[in-house]
């Protein structure tokens, strides 16, 4: 069964970073892309960062570009997002994603909140 578990999230001022995780189990990692969405109350869920399964391949939503950074370690079976410079409108609900075929499989999300 796919798990997907997000951490990491919290509260910070602008300027400042945060680490997300993403623990991955249920299906063979290394063999699929990987995604972080986010979701701001009220808006469209939208695309932040995608991974190809080795890591040789990555796309950002322009918003974030230059300011974060899409990883994995297939041996760990984790992807990451490390954010920096961050501003008050990248607070949102952070979800991790898989698809497999038809399927899309969520994280239960992971909140951040940039505040001063």
């Known amino acids: 069964q796919v798990q997907l578990v997000e951490s990491g999230g919290g509260l910070v001022q602008p300027g400042g970073s945060l680490r997300l995780s993403c623990a991955a189990s249920?299906?063979?990692?290394?063999?699929?892309?990987m995604s972080w969405y986010r979701q701001i109350p009220g808006k469209e869920r939208e695309l932040v960062a995608r991974i190809s399964p080795f890591g040789g391949s990555r796309e950002y939503a322009d918003s974030v570009k230059s300011r974060f950074t899409i990883s994995r370690d297939n041996a760990k079976s984790t992807v990451t997002l490390q954010m920096n410079s961050l501003k008050p409108e990248d607070t949102a609900v952070y979800y991790c994603k898989l698809k497999i075929g038809p399927t899309d499989y969520w994280g239960q999300g992971t909140q951040v909140t940039v505040s001063s």
């Open positions: 249920g299906f063979t990692f290394s063999s699929r892309a």
